[in-house]
C-alpha cells in the first residue's frame, strides 16, 4: 500500500511516467496486457510498442518512473502530503529540479520541434494518419454549444483515439486563434508550467507555429519556465495535434507541460491564464484517469489482483466521482480526491488548472468514457479515459484597437444606458448624459462604434447599435439605448411593466477591417459584416457562440437576416470583421 501510494503520490505531484523504478522495460509485454497499448509495433511480431524515439513501452502510459529523494533531517521542514498522506516532494524537499534554460531560438529563426510518436503511438504515413484520425472523428456524440474548452485522453490512438475522436467531433467548422494545451509531464520532473523554445510542432500532417508572443508573456510570469527538455519527449501534447489539424483551419499553439504544483501554484496559473485567454481561444486539458493494475500499483499487488467484474466497477465509481467534481468545475476538490483515494489521475493538476481558468455559467457535457481492459478485453492492467467539453464564452475584456475602458467607465455606460431605457420607455423623450449622472471622461467622449443590445429572461428583446465611429461613445450609447427599446423592426416597443426583466448589454467595437476571406473568421472574437451587392447584415461577436453555430451556420444566418437566399455567402459576397469589449448589468 505505501508503495502504491509513493508511486502515485508522485505521478500526481510530478505527473511522471516512464520505466518501472530505475528497471529496464522488459523486451515482451507485460503479462496479461497487448503487446503494445499505447503505440503500435508490427502486428503480431510480439514486441512492446515503441514509446518516444523508440523507447520501449509496453503499457498505456507506460509505468511510473519514481525520482530517488531522501527525506529532509528533522527541522528541515516536511516534505507535502500527497495521496494517502504520504511524503511528496515540495520546493524545499530534495527531489532535484531541472534548471530552466533559456530560449535558444533566434529571433526570427524556425526550431520545430518533431513527431516523437508517429509510426508508434499513431500512424507515421500522412495519408494514413488522416484517414484513422477520420475514423474517430466519425463516431462523433460532441454535444450543442460552443466549446471553449476540452478534457480529452492521451494514451495512443489505437487505444483512446475513439474517445478522443468524440471529444474533437464538436469542434468540425468551427474556428480558433489560439488553442492552450495542458498536459502532465511524464519523463522530467520539475515545477512549474513549463513552455517550449520551439517555433512549430510537427505531425506527419504538417507544422503548427507556436504563439510566440504569448509564449513570451507567461514567461514573465510565475510558475510558467522556459523549459525545452520538458517538451522533448512529452507524449501528453502532441498525441492531441493530429486531432487538431484534421478538425480546425490554421490556428497557433500554446503548449503548456505541468508538474509538481501546490494548490496555490493551480490558483496562480488560473488567474495568469484567465488574464490571458480570449475570444475565439480554445483550453484543451491533456489527461488519462484511473491507472489500474500491478504495473500500476493500484488496487492491490499482482497476488491479489480482484475480480474483474469488481474492477470494472470501481474502476467505473472512481470516473464518476472524478467526473462530479470536474462538473462542478472543483479542481482544488479533484486533487483532495486524488490524494484521499489514491486515484491514479495522471492529468489532475492540468484539469485543475483547467477548471480555474473557467468562466461562470459554461455547461459542462461528458461525451464518453472507456477503458483500455473493455477495448483489449483484458483488465489485468488497465487505463481509463474520459473526453468532457465545455460550452460558453470567453468574457470579453479588453480589445486591441479599441482602447481600454476603466470598470468605472464600464459601470457608467451600462448605468447610461439604463436610465436611457427608464426614461424612453416612461417619460416617452431621450435623456442628456448629465441626467444620468455619470462622470463623462476623455475615452467616453471618443467617436466609437457601439451596440446595446436588450434581453428578456435570456431572450433576445432588442439591439441596434453603429459599427463604424460616427459618434462620441457616450451619444451613441443614449442614441441606441432609444432605438433598441422604441425602433427595432423585430420587436414591439418595449412597456413599462418589461422593465424589471430586462437586461442591458453594450458593446463597444473596434474599427471594421476587409477580411480576406470566410477562414480569417474567429467565432467568438469576430463580429462579421457581410455585403453582397446593395444587401448587407451584422453579428456581433457573441451572437454565435450563444447560438451554438458554426461558421457556416454564422453566415448563413447572417445572408438570411440581409434578406438574401441562405447560400448566398458562399460566392460573390464580401466580410468585415470587428471585435469588441462586451460588458453586463450584474456581471
Keep these: 500500500m505505501e508503495r502504491r501510494h509513493l508511486l502515485f503520490g508522485l505521478c500526481v505531484s510530478l505527473a511522471l511516467l516512464c520505466c518501472r523504478e530505475n528497471t529496464p522495460a522488459p523486451a515482451g509485454p507485460a503479462r496479461g496486457t497487448p503487446s503494445a497499448v499505447v503505440g503500435e509495433t508490427g502486428a503480431g511480431d510480439g514486441a512492446a510498442g515503441k514509446g518516444a524515439r523508440g523507447t520501449e513501452s509496453p503499457t498505456p502510459d507506460s509505468s511510473i518512473v519514481v525520482i530517488p529523494t531522501s527525506k529532509p533531517a528533522a527541522g528541515e521542514g516536511a516534505a507535502g502530503k500527497v495521496a494517502g498522506g504520504t511524503e511528496s516532494p515540495t520546493p524545499d524537499s530534495s527531489i532535484e529540479v531541472i534548471p530552466a534554460p533559456k530560449p535558444a531560438v533566434p529571433e526570427g529563426e524556425e526550431k520545430v520541434r518533431r513527431s516523437v510518436l508517429a509510426g508508434s503511438w499513431y500512424e507515421g504515413d500522412a495519408e494514413r494518419l488522416a484517414a484513422s484520425v477520420d475514423r474517430y472523428l466519425a463516431l462523433g456524440g460532441a454535444p450543442p454549444g460552443h466549446p471553449i474548452a476540452l478534457v480529452a485522453p492521451h494514451a495512443g490512438h489505437r487505444y483512446s483515439g475513439g474517445i478522443a475522436g468524440q471529444a474533437y467531433s464538436g469542434l468540425r467548422g468551427r474556428t480558433y486563434g489560439r488553442v492552450f494545451l495542458l498536459g502532465p509531464s511524464h519523463r522530467v520532473p520539475f515545477r512549474g508550467v513549463a513552455l517550449p523554445a520551439d517555433t512549430h510542432f510537427e505531425t506527419p500532417l504538417g507544422r503548427i507555429p507556436v504563439d510566440l508572443a504569448t509564449v513570451k508573456a507567461l514567461l514573465a510570469e510565475k510558475p510558467f519556465l522556459s523549459h525545452p527538455e520538458a517538451h522533448a519527449e512529452e507524449h501528453s501534447i502532441e498525441i492531441h495535434l493530429p486531432f487538431l489539424q484534421r478538425v480546425l483551419p490554421p490556428f497557433q499553439l500554446v503548449p503548456m507541460v505541468v508538474s509538481g504544483l501546490t494548490d496555490e501554484d493551480v490558483a496562480q496559473v488560473s488567474l495568469v491564464l484567465r488574464r490571458t485567454i480570449r475570444p475565439g481561444d480554445l483550453v484543451i486539458a491533456s489527461s488519462d484517469f484511473t491507472h489500474y493494475g500491478p504495473r500500476f500499483d493500484y488496487f492491490g499487488p499482482p497476488d491479489d489482483l480482484i475480480p474483474v467484474d469488481e474492477a470494472k466497477e470501481r474502476l467505473h465509481d472512481l470516473m464518476v466521482q472524478a467526473w462530479q467534481l470536474i462538473r462542478a468545475q472543483e479542481g482544488l476538490g479533484l486533487l483532495s480526491h486524488v490524494r484521499r483515494t489514491g486515484d491514479t489521475i495522471c492529468g489532475a493538476l492540468p484539469i485543475a488548472v483547467l477548471l480555474g481558468v473557467l468562466p461562470p455559467g459554461v455547461q459542462p457535457h461528458r461525451i464518453a468514457m472507456d477503458t483500455s481492459g473493455a477495448i483489449t478485453g483484458d483488465y489485468t492492467d488497465s487505463v481509463s479515459y474520459m473526453a468532457a467539453q465545455f460550452s460558453g464564452l470567453w468574457p470579453y475584456t479588453t480589445v486591441d484597437g479599441a482602447g481600454a475602458l476603466t470598470d468605472a467607465e464600464k459601470d457608467d455606460l451600462l448605468r447610461l444606458a439604463r436610465f436611457t431605457l427608464e426614461t424612453v420607455v416612461k417619460e416617452g423623450r431621450k435623456p442628456g448624459a448629465e441626467e444620468a449622472g455619470i462622470v463623462v471622461t476623455d475615452r467616453l467622449r471618443q467617436l466609437s462604434g457601439v451596440f446595446v443590445t436588450l434581453k428578456k429572461e435570456g431572450d433576445l428583446r432588442g439591439c441596434i447599435g453603429n459599427i463604424a465611429p460616427v459618434k462620441p461613445l457616450v451619444d451613441g450609447v443614449i442614441d441606441n439605448a432609444v432605438n433598441a427599446a422604441r425602433f427595432d423592426r423585430r420587436f414591439t416597443p418595449v412597456q413599462p411593466d418589461e422593465l424589471s426583466a430586462i437586461e442591458v448589454e453594450v458593446s463597444v467595437l473596434t474599427p471594421p477591417r476587409r477580411a480576406s476571406g470566410v477562414q480569417d473568421i474567429i467565432l467568438g472574437r469576430h463580429g462579421v459584416i457581410l455585403e453582397k451587392g446593395d444587401s448587407s447584415a451584422v ?49
Design 539 to 587: 453579428f456581433l461577436p457573441q451572437v454565435a457562440p450563444e447560438q451554438g453555430w458554426t461558421v457556416a451556420d454564422t453566415l448563413t444566418h447572417l445572408s438570411t437576416k440581409a434578406g438574401l437566399p441562405p447560400d448566398a455567402w458562399r460566392e460573390g459576397a464580401d466580410f468585415e470583421l470587428f471585435e469588441a469589449i462586451v460588458f453586463h448589468e450584474g456581471r
